[in-house]
């Protein structure tokens, strides 16, 4: 059994949802009573509100959104390394469970994609994947595509998509012998079913966060990389535009988080994160990112103190959901948790 390189660590927890239900009246017919309201309609404006809870429990997912309906994938549960996939209805707030992984994977990270899910390396029972997966909901099924060319570690990496095209970053890389190797960055065609290696940003990080704004990848936070040395906190934000490639912008806000074990998503042009996450001890963060102002929000306090969970947007709505949790949301988390199912939306 491979014990997941996160379970080591102490931990927290989080939860997300949305949509609408129409009222219709029957011309012929008496008049009856309008159609419940959806989830969207229950939920005021800056507020986090619960949805149903996940089916299986995890920590350490990642989740993706096509057409309304949040795909939460892999992770770790029961002691192991999951092949789990479920979906979740933000017009229903219920959940179905979808065909799983060809693999068992903690991912780097899940994109969608011209109506398909791209699932790209992660931690696996076997070590670390570099295999690529692509699901597609018309046909509830997955297929292998070429292998990434470098491996991440433990660490893991960041993705998104960008006009059709999948990027991923690994800001560290295991070699072939098993070292400790250089931050890449990595571009996906799928018409080609190629990769492309591109230049990197100014510094290396891990255990960032990361969203795609606007045709352009964000990364954020995370703890800086010196060879195979983790350290400190990486301040400034990385910004990829496929046109002239990478930037770095300064925080012009205090908030210098390390950012590790997040959950985290983008919706209206804005990136979301919420969960627990360590410095000196564990703290619970729940914030926005303005790619505009370059700026970071504290938000209300999510109903869960989550770490390891996963984020995603839908609708207009940021949803969390998994990881591991604390029983009480504003007291730092001194030992892991139980792993969660728990969800939760918030609401701009």
Not at 169 to 184: A, E, F, N, V
């Amino acid at each position: 059994m491979s014990i997941h390189p996160a379970c080591r660590r102490p931990a927290a927890t989080l939860l997300a949802l949305v949509a609408i239900a129409a009222c219709t009246q029957d011309v012929t017919a008496p008049e009856r009573a309008p159609d419940p309201p959806g989830p969207n309609l229950l939920a005021a404006s800056n507020t986090w509100t619960i949805r149903a809870p996940m089916p299986t429990p995890r920590c350490c997912l990642k989740a993706s959104t096509v057409n309304g309906i949040i795909y939460a994938i892999g992770g770790f549960s029961t002691g192991a390394v999951s092949t789990k996939v479920e979906a979740y209805n933000t017009s229903t707030n219920s959940w179905t469970t979808k065909a799983g992984l060809p693999q068992a994977l903690d991912p780097n990270g899940a994109s969608s994609m011209n109506g398909k899910v791209y699932v790209a390396g992660g931690f696996s029972s076997g070590g670390i994947s570099k295999r690529l997966y692509v699901y597609n909901p018309a046909t509830n099924s997955w297929s292998r595509k070429a292998d990434m060319p470098y491996r991440g570690t433990a660490h893991l990496g960041e993705q998104g998509a960008i006009n059709g095209r999948l990027y991923i970053y690994l800001g560290m890389t295991t070699k072939s012998d098993g070292t400790i190797g250089p931050q890449r960055f990595l571009r996906y065609n799928p018409s080609t079913n190629t990769w492309s290696t591109l230049p990197v940003p100014s510094f290396p990080r891990v255990d960032a966060v990361s969203g795609v704004i606007n045709g352009r990848l964000y990364l954020l936070g995370g703890k800086k990389v010196d060879g195979s040395t983790i350290f400190g906190r990486a301040a400034d934000v990385h910004v990829y535009n496929p046109a002239s490639g990478w930037s770095k912008l300064p925080l012009t806000s205090s908030h210098a988080l390390s950012l590790d074990k997040l959950a985290y998503g983008t919706t209206g042009g804005k990136l979301y994160i919420t969960g627990a996450w360590y410095a000196d001890g564990w703290d619970h963060v729940d914030m926005v990112y303005d790619p505009a102002t370059n700026t970071r929000t504290i938000l209300p306090l999510s109903h869960y103190n989550r770490t390891g969970g996963a984020g995603t947007g839908a609708n207009g709505q940021f949803y969390a959901l998994g990881g591991w949790t604390c029983e009480q949301v504003s007291l730092p988390c001194d030992y892991p948790g139980d792993n969660s199912g728990t969800m939760e939306s918030y609401t701009p």
